[in-house]
């Protein structure tokens, strides 16, 4: 009899489970079948890469970083080795934008802290007394406490009022679309409070941190392959598109969601046999094992007719909205030099969009020689309504703000509107807590499987490593002792 692993969601972590799924049942021998199944009519999710007039634009996010191996790993397993593509480094610079005017992120610094003082010292985004306050961190000393706390009530506590509000709020926002007030430090960045435990001083932590990266970089060739943020030479579909490359045609199904869940009973007293899921043309499909690779509250919609409780946990995981916006222009009708690889703003600013990448200056050949490319990016969790603008107004609202910000005042010669609906899982304050007891009410359904953005991080590496993890556990549950065919 074959085994059979149904996964739901056909995004990036969807199509990791499948792909890794299926590679494992190649190497083994067995006989394991396999569905992927997805609601819209294309695989990616998120990821959406469209060409136009030579333009290559991402819809969704347009790189992964490259500290986080999975992603890189996944390209040179499915041969796009040399497709990737670093970043443009002599442009590589973020501004921030503070009273009207974009300043130059100092230099060194690394998400919130700095790990190079002169850039500091002579960088006008930070007053003097907020340079002093942000040295006090090498003062201060650590807290000595396990408990979950907000992001901003660390930066604050470290290095102060000003580098929340002019620097990690905005950086933040500019990653996950949340706000740093409700945002969990230990789901979201572990390693700063780590480095509070293990050097008393965040600063002192980053600087050592920053010298053993350096050291281990020289040591390795390999690593002048990458830089920081990478991508695909034609977007980041490359990937999502060698990857339904690598599945059976027939085990892909779209254009189809999952209505409900249903347990069905086996002839044994060890095991639950098998799972029946109903989708929306009604067909009826049956399984041994489940991977969830949906949102949280999608999963939950599928999984409380069974489990009320767990249904529950994972509705509480907040989701919030956001839109890019992409703008092609002539480079002669751009006065602005774009200098970096975009801005972020900060909320104390109370602009209408989070932040703006240069697309074109960032990567290489993403717009014609004499053509650009500008991003902008919309809604998250202080102005998710702006999602909810029709196009025109959306339009509107960003050349105005690219007009007041970077003078522009030319007319685009396209604009591309992609909104993500409730497609940004938030990690609010004991979100680990969260996570221990939604494992707790799975553990009563054997042969069920989470995987995705809303659990262990949002980034691409993040999800192909959370699909990775779940095919990799549905294929030792479906050998595992207990179970019976």
């Not at 907020?130 to 650590?142: C, E, N, V, Y």
């Not at 500019?174 to 430090?185: V, Y």
């Not at 994972?314 to 970096?340: C, E, F, M, Q, W």
């Not at 998250?380 to 007009?403: C, F, T, W, Y």
Request: hydrophobic letters at 40%; proline letters at 4%; a positive charge.
């Amino acid at each position: 009899m074959k085994k059979t692993v149904a996964i739901i969601g056909g995004g990036i972590s969807g199509l990791s489970a499948a792909y890794h799924l299926h590679s494992m049942a190649r190497k083994s021998g067995e006989a394991i079948n396999y569905f992927l199944i997805e609601k819209e009519d294309r695989l990616g999710g998120n990821i959406l890469t469209e060409v136009e007039d030579g333009f290559i634009i991402e819809g969704g996010p347009d790189c992964f970083i490259s500290e986080k191996l999975a992603a890189i790993q996944l390209c040179h397993q499915l041969g796009l080795q040399d497709r990737l593509m670093k970043t443009n480094e002599e442009y590589q610079r973020t501004f921030i934008l503070w009273e009207g005017k974009l300043h130059e992120l100092p230099q060194g610094f690394m998400l919130i802290a700095p790990t190079n003082f002169s850039s500091v010292i002579k960088n006008s985004l930070i007053t003097p007394l907020g340079k002093f306050r942000m040295a006090m961190d090498l003062l201060i000393p650590a807290k000595r406490s396990d408990e979950d706390e907000s992001l901003a009530q660390f930066v604050r506590r470290r290095l102060g009022k000003e580098v929340l509000e002019r620097i990690a709020q905005p950086l933040v926002a500019g990653i996950h679309a949340g706000d740093p007030e409700t945002m969990s430090l230990k789901s979201t960045f572990p390693r700063f409070k780590e480095m509070e435990n293990n050097y008393r001083s965040l600063i002192l932590g980053m600087i050592k941190k920053k010298k053993l990266f350096l050291k281990e970089k020289s040591g390795k060739e390999s690593k002048s392959k990458y830089t920081t943020f990478m991508s695909l030479k034609s977007g980041l579909s490359e990937l999502t598109g060698a990857l339904k490359a690598t599945l059976k045609p027939e085990a892909i199904i779209t254009r189809n969601g999952v209505v409900t869940l249903e347990k069905l009973i086996g002839k044994t007293d060890d095991f639950i046999s098998d799972y029946s899921l109903k989708l929306t043309d009604g067909r009826s499909l049956k399984a041994q094992a489940v991977i969830f690779a949906t949102p949280a509250f999608i999963t939950a919609e599928i999984l409380k007719g069974i489990d009320k409780e767990l249904a529950e946990e994972l509705l509480s995981i907040p989701y919030v909205s956001t839109a890019t916006v992409s703008l092609a222009y002539r480079k002669k009708d751009i006065l602005h030099p774009l200098n970096g690889f975009g801005f972020v703003v900060p909320e104390i600013e109370k602009r209408k969009i989070m932040a703006s990448t240069w697309s074109s200056i960032k990567f290489p050949n993403r717009a014609p020689e004499d053509k650009l490319l500008i991003r902008c990016f919309v809604g998250g969790s202080k102005d998710e309504h702006l999602v909810n603008l029709n196009k025109p107004e959306i339009i509107a609202m960003v050349q105005e703000e690219l007009r007041d910000i970077m003078g522009i005042r030319a007319e685009p010669l396209f604009i591309k509107v992609y909104k993500w609906e409730k497609s940004m899982p938030q990690y609010i304050v004991g979100h680990e807590e969260k996570l221990k007891r939604i494992e707790f009410h799975l553990s009563s359904h054997p042969g069920l499987f989470l995987a995705g953005s809303a659990y262990q991080g949002i980034g691409i590496s993040d999800c192909i490593k959370s699909g990775e993890k779940a095919a990799k556990a549905a294929f030792e549950f479906l050998h595992s002792k207990n179970y019976c065919f």
